[in-house]
């Protein structure tokens, strides 16, 4: 064994009055010899224990001791002696300097409670017989089942030689000892080094015994490390061969497998943080070798004993590694790389008192190396505590603890009664501070609120009034002023009821839905006066929503001119400013709605519907004057409303023309009593009597029958032109013929049937991929998107006989809108973890959609609601819907540029546009018509369009894609000729649109 190390001063002197640092919680076993008094025999010591395990317990049998304490325990002197002692020792423990005082004043109260209670002997013979429990933390590097078996046997020597004590073990892992220790559980603590300087520094712990091990026969209380390479890797031959190694090591916290090696390798000049490549391995250290014999690791750091330990083991030859810096000291036998290091200490906590602390430091130095404690704790012994105040340097380098709350108090305490008296004052001065501001915009909101125009009212919580500007005042019925008005509900003073059913307004309905919303709003009609006013009624919280509702604010606009504006204009817009009848859209709107109701329970009712046309208009304004034309056709509509029932759509759809919807089981009689009304009229005007006579088409319309409105006003029209041609002055009756009326029953089922593709999703995307070729740069795949529709049984074919059913009943958008939503849907759910979009779409769009105003809002909403980058998406419109809707589609296409989107124009090429049409739309990408493309290989002029389109397209700044392309000539001449992209079939067939985006966001994640 090396030679005995000093003794470490300790960082504290212990106080004379030991006692003064034990808790509360051990008062009860502090006198070991107490004197025993028994009747008739005077005071005598107590004989010496003998020896019989841990356990044992002296002088009385286990049911006499339960006796005693059950005795004890229900003696209320007793329990007094028990918090008294308990709570001196709490408050004065801490205190070294009043350590003693606090003992005595113990055992005066002691000695008095025990006379009182005549419980002297009882107490002395309960106290006497209870072994005092001390508890040693040890630190555990393995399981805490190991460390017990192999510490247990340590407690049972300390406990059969020490009297009146019973030593047991505590397994802890490394935060466990530190928390062990500040919150006092310990007696005694076996730990490693590093951990216990930094103990020591801030809870006084002692150094009582360094422990003993054996290495090669030769027992030392020191260690040291190995910093291990394989032999084979001679290109690092000393530390600084080490800038850019992986080393490897059990943790940043070990000592002699990680720290000891850093140390030097930093005095060997290399910069632990810029030119080591740290690798934790963990427990055992074993693994360190390990990781270095399987490459994984360039050096190691292990403790010198473990690898002679491993070599001896026969796990590694003696020739496997290296040691590098290799240094020896006397009397140290293994292989070493750093400098020696005291071995762990068994340190006392401030919770052991001195006697205790010199009988453990005594009972351990004498040990026999031989015992069955040094065998089982694989020790050659326990030497003088070494000095550890090397150790301060690297655990102030290597260690840097995080300052517990409770260390930061016991240091700072001050701190606290500060800090509670400066928030006091803060929160007292926020509080002042508060009301003066609530007073300030008090004063201000009711100033704002007194010059707005509008009229304010509020209320509190039930809907009584608060308070009322000088514009609501102003609406108080008559014989009502403010005062009068303060305090009553609102419905009470204000007669008001909503303007949609002219029900009065409900303030409890009011009240209930402002529950879960911040405001409402309501259109009322104030009742009392004249005339009455039409009010827009707007009631917000004035608190947060979520808490009971305490304050409202009511305001009032007066919109009775705006009102009466609004359907002024409403009318205009609707009704013929001639006649006052119905103008032509308006009437073909009310048509459609009567023969497609909103409500599908609904059937449609039988009628007729009429086109009249005046005979001879064109005389009466050339022989009279127009003048007289416009008095004719205005007092005739006049006449037809008194002679028409009432309610009955009427609209002037021309200058002189005339439609009619007659409803009811007797419309049919109708069109003879209207052609007589108007042969019975007569304008008199100029001195002469105006008569005419008109010409009728009528439609009937069977109930329950499936019509379009445009159809059958055409129908009507057609009948009126026959009536014309036979002379005029006569009705016609549209007549349908089996075949037509077989062939619109058949499209009507077949626009059913599409509708309902709509509602119950049997349309299907696919997608067909627009190919780069030659230098096109491109971002992503790009597919266009394409429909398909599957029948009832699941079977998909091509929608196209459906899509020009659609066209002709004005279906399209609804489709339209169906495949933007369902295409931007997939995309969001295939995006990549990073955001990134599978593939960029684009999307066809109908001449329909083109004159839809909502479309662009729709698709801005979806954009939105899918979170997608706008610039994934293509719109293509073809080049017949630009011709057909010019106008609608320039808009069309600034608009959703303005969104972010990109326009292609489809099928250029194909039609009748020209390059001023084209230079005017500006699209993105021109795509070429297939045909135009398909005719490449034998067509010269085909390759000049082809060539003139692209070349116009890139001096446009817009790229070109070649449809339709079936063989590899096509291709070839389309590359030769610089188009951009290509699609068509020799490049990629169309498949399922979600199957394709779940496989491109499979390859991105790759």
Known sequence: MTSAMPRASSSSTPCACASARRPAAEVESLPRRIPV????????????????????????????????????????????????????????????????????????????????????????????????????????????????????????????????????????YLQEVARAVRQNELHFVHLQPLQFVQLRADYGLEALATRVVNGAGSPSNRFGSAIVRLSDREEIQDLA???????????????????????????????IEADILPLYVGLPMSNVLGAVAA???????????????????????????????RISEPGYPHPLS??????????????????????????????????APMQAANLAGWSEPVDYSDLQTLADRWLTPPVSVVDWLRAHWWVVPVALSAVLSLLLWQQWRARQLLARREREHRAA??????????????????????????????????????????????????RHDNHDF?????????????WMEYAVILAHGHPRRVLNLTVARMDSAGEPTRRLVVSMMDITELDETSRQLAYRATHDELTGLLTRRHFLEKIRGLLHPDDATRSIEEGILLWLDLDHFRLVNEGGSHRMGDELVRRLAGYLRVVLPANTPVGRVGGDEFGIFLRGADAGSWPERILQAIRDFRLDGEGRALRTSASIGVRPLAAGGNYNAETVIEEAESACVTAQKLGGNRLVIFEESGAERSLRQSDFAELNRLKQAVEQDRFVLHAQEIHAIGAAETVGVRLEVLLRLADEAGNLGSPAPLIELAERFNFMPQIDRWVVRRALEGLR???????????????????????????????REELQRNEIDPTWLCFEITETAAISNFDQAAELIASLRDVGCLVALDDFGGGLISFEFLRRLKPDIVKIDGKLVSDLEHDPVAA??????????????????????????????????????????????????????????????D
């Not at 068994?346 to 052991?352: D, E, G, H």
């Not at 009322?468 to 008001?496: H, I, K, Y």
């Open 241 to 271: 061969d080490l800038q850019g190694a992986i080393v490897a090591g059990v943790a940043p916290n070990a000592l002699g497998a990680w720290i000891l090696g850093m140390a030097e390798i930093e005095r060997a000049g290399l910069s």
């Open 295 to 325: 490459g994984r690791a360039d050096a190691g750091i292990v403790r010198a004993d473990v690898l002679t330990r491993e070599i001896e083991a026969g796990r590694y030859g003696p020739e496997t590694f290296t040691v590098l810096n």
């Open 338 to 371: 750093t400098r020696l290091m005291p071995q762990w200490p068994l340190a006392a906590t401030s919770r052991a008192e001195e006697p205790l602390r010199e009988q453990v430091r005594a009972t351990l130095l004498t040990m026999p190396a031989n015992s």
């Open 37 to 172: 008094t028994t009747p008739g025999a005077g005071a005598r010591d107590e004989p010496p224990r003998p020896r019989k395990g841990v356990f044992h317990r002296q002088g009385m049998s286990g049911m006499q001791r339960v006796a005693n304490r059950r005795k004890f325990g229900t003696n209320p002197p007793g329990r007094v002696v028990t918090w008294v002692t308990a709570r001196l020792f709490h408050v004065c423990g801490p205190v070294r300097g009043v350590a003693c005082w606090a003992q005595g004043v113990m055992a005066l109260l002691l000695t008095a409670l025990l006379l009182l209670g005549g419980q002297s002997t009882a107490l002395a013979q309960a106290w006497a017989s209870e072994d005092r429990l001390i508890t040693i933390g040890v630190l555990t590097i393995t399981s805490k089942e190991e460390a017990q078996a192999r510490w247990n046997p340590t407690a049972d020597f300390l406990s059969d030689r020490i009297d009146g004590t019973r030593f047991e073990i505590r397994p802890l």
């Open 829 to 859: 759910a295939h995006r990549t973890d990073t955001g990134e979009p599978p593939a960029r779409l684009t999307i066809n769009l109908s001449g329909q959609s083109m004159q839809d105003g909502e479309l662009i809002g729709f698709v």
């Open 449 to 498: 609120l007194t010059a707005m125009h509008e009229a304010v009212v509020t209320l509190d919580g039930e809907g009584r009034i608060q308070f009322l500007n000088p514009s609501a005042e102003r609406l108080l019925p008559e014989g009502c002023d403010a005062a009068t008005a303060m305090g009553q509900r609102l419905t009470d003073v204000f007669a008001l009821m909503l």
């Open 944 to 1005: 000049v369009i082809v060539e003139s389109i692209h070349e116009v397209a890139r001096v446009m700044g817009a790229r070109t894609v070649g449809e339709w392309v079936e063989t590899p000539a096509t291709l070839a001449q389309l590359e030769t000729i610089g188009v951009d992209f290509a699609q068509g079939y020799l490049l990629h067939r169309p498949e399922p649109l979600i199957a394709r985006l779940a496989l491109e966001q499979r390859a991105l994640a």
């Open 506 to 518: 409900s303030l409890v309905g009011m009240l209930e839905q402002l529950a879960t919303r911040q």
